[in-house]
């Protein structure tokens, strides 16, 4: 069945440095491949997408490409600040049985001043 | 436009009781999702409720089962509540045309607590 796996976590990174976070994802066809956020406390917030290969997806300063030779959709920034701690969690869109989101288990990233 | 939202908040309860959850789904979508994302986790795909009818199950137990009403809001029930059963819940809503995946919008979620 359709997967994703995570850059496991904890990442703890200074203000300003840059950031990557990896994802790969396992699927029958092209799914469309989602990053969420989720801030402490929070439910989930659609950070950026990407539908078809070659497509890069942005928000905020994050960046991911939907890499389909090499299966994967790595999420980028160049400087991260504070305000980006928070748990992120990258997704595939599967179609296998019912429309649903498949996620990878999260990646905790801390940002000290 | 109002988004999806979520009761209750939180919600403690003891082994072996029943719990429900609520749901109302954003203006203009036609299915709900629920997903369970236990601490440390992603979320879990739970099933699914498109034309008041589950329309796909992930790999949970029959204790675990749904309604959607004709307004397109949702309930989760979960029967004999077990301590792993603890978890935030979140529900889902889109607008399903058929073919390819279409965007799922968030809820805050329910946290719930089973002693």
């Known amino acids: 069945g359709d997967s994703v796996t995570q850059m496991e976590g904890p990442v703890t990174l200074s203000e300003e440095a840059f950031l990557t976070i990896n994802c790969t994802y396992t699927?029958?066809?092209?799914?469309?491949l989602f990053w969420y956020v989720q801030y402490p406390g929070e439910g989930l917030q659609l950070l950026l997408k990407?539908?078809?290969?070659?497509d890069k997806g942005s928000n905020k300063g994050f960046e991911a490409t939907y890499r389909k030779e090499t299966t994967s959709f790595h999420l980028e920034k160049g400087s991260v600040q504070v305000s980006d701690s928070a748990v992120y969690f990258c997704?595939?869109?599967?179609?296998?049985?019912?429309?649903?989101?498949?996620f990878g288990q999260g990646t905790r990233l801390t940002i000290n001043p | 436009e109002t988004g999806v939202t979520q009761s209750p908040t939180h919600l403690i309860k003891t082994r072996g009781q029943q719990v429900t959850l609520r749901c109302s789904s954003q203006s203009g979508h036609n299915t709900v999702s629920w997903y369970q994302q236990a601490l440390g986790q992603g979320p879990q795909f739970i099933f699914q409720?498109?034309?008041?009818?589950?329309?796909g199950r992930g790999n949970f137990p029959p204790r675990f089962s749904g309604l959607q009403f004709p307004n397109y809001s949702s309930e989760l029930n979960v029967n004999a509540l077990e301590l792993d059963d603890s978890a935030l819940y979140l529900c889902?809503?889109?607008?399903?045309?058929?073919?390819?995946?279409?965007?799922?919008?968030f809820g805050p979620g329910t946290r719930l607590t089973v002693l």
């Open positions: 699927a029958t066809g092209y799914p469309s």
């Open positions: 997704a595939l869109g599967s179609i296998q049985g019912a429309q649903k989101l498949v």
């Open positions: 990407a539908t078809k290969a070659d």
């Open positions: 409720y498109y034309r008041e009818e589950e329309n």
């Open positions: 889902a809503s889109s607008s399903v045309r058929g073919g390819d995946y279409n965007e799922q919008f």
